[in-house]
């Protein structure tokens, strides 16, 4: 029919805008390249052109018609959720991943050889990435609502406070989270000795390889904070990256990080698993209000592994 074809025709748009330039275009709009982020480096980007001449056309039909009822399951999810929009879909990951390096001014001695301190992944696709840190609130609400929305996020855990509950992130992995490191008792880890470090990132390494199957590649220092210590003993504890964040967000509002409060291409963006009796609202709300300002940025988000 007439309104078939013009569904597949928008779909169609939608695909090549996701695949292109990672700009999550509107119906008949052709998305341009986001500009790279100042001071820090570039990452290679999938052009429009490039990505037709990788699909044949019978694959981009059918890329289409997925990404077009995805984001019709997308459109009635963010009507039940609250959400002032739907979140936009996210551009294809890249086939071979960014280089990732230490960001300028985040050096300790000898960090070439040590995992990189970032807030960013090199990409020039307006693409962000959502992270979770510690594990005290365990609010059964925001499970349902980010499968539903297929809103991907990464989590840093605490075994301290997620001990108590172990199943609850068992049911987030079961999700397609990836549980990552964040140290057993959340110390401000320059202050502690080498061994101490290395006792508080390994030995989270082992509950999560022991409780979930998997031992992590990235490792979130608690507050930020970390010395050349930290970094030896996360490396020694099969630690590959350790990334920081460019942005924060609450229920109520956002705290920018960079020097023009606002959101750049593969920017890494943290919050917490809390609820109202410790910041002003509940994890939803958090979720409400951070994809508001993403999405009228015109951003979409992915998943950090795909990147990383």
Request: glycine share 10%; hydrophobic share 35%.
């Amino acid at each position: 029919s007439r309104r078939g074809r013009r569904g597949r025709a928008v779909a169609a748009a939608l695909l090549v805008g996701a695949i292109g330039s990672g700009c999550a275009a509107g119906a008949g709009e052709v998305p341009k390249p986001a500009a790279g982020r100042p001071g820090l480096p570039g990452g290679p980007g999938h052009g429009a052109q490039e990505a037709q001449k990788e699909a044949p056309a019978g694959m981009i039909a059918g890329y289409a018609d997925n990404l077009r009822r995805n984001q019709a399951a997308r459109a009635i999810a963010a009507k039940k959720w609250g959400l002032s929009a739907t979140p936009l879909p996210a551009p294809r990951p890249p086939t071979v991943k960014p280089a990732i390096t230490t960001r300028e001014g985040f050096e300790v001695q000898d960090s070439e050889d040590l995992p990189p301190i970032f807030t960013t992944v090199p990409t020039k696709d307006k693409v962000v990435f959502l992270t979770i840190d510690d594990g005290s609130e365990k609010d059964p609400e925001l499970l349902r609502m980010m499968s539903e929305l297929k809103i991907p996020y990464t989590a840093f855990l605490s075994d301290y406070v997620i001990s108590n509950n172990y199943d609850y992130f068992k049911k987030m992995q079961d999700n397609g989270v990836t549980l990552n490191n964040h140290t057993l008792n959340h110390p401000y880890l320059p202050g502690l000795s080498y061994d101490e470090q290395k006792r508080e990132i390994c030995g989270q390494q082992d509950k999560l390889q022991q409780r979930y199957g998997h031992r992590p590649t990235l490792f979130r220092p608690p507050f930020g904070n970390y010395n050349r210590d930290t970094l030896v003993a996360a490396k020694e504890c099969g630690v590959k990256a350790a990334p920081l964040w460019a942005s924060e967000a609450f229920p109520d509002h956002m705290e920018w990080r960079e020097w023009d409060k606002d959101m750049h291409p593969g920017d890494i963006i943290l919050t917490h698993f809390r609820g109202p009796d410790e910041w002003a609202g509940s994890m939803p709300d958090m979720i409400r209000q951070v994809m508001k300002v993403i999405t009228d940025k015109g951003y979409a988000v992915g998943k950090l592994e795909d990147y990383v």
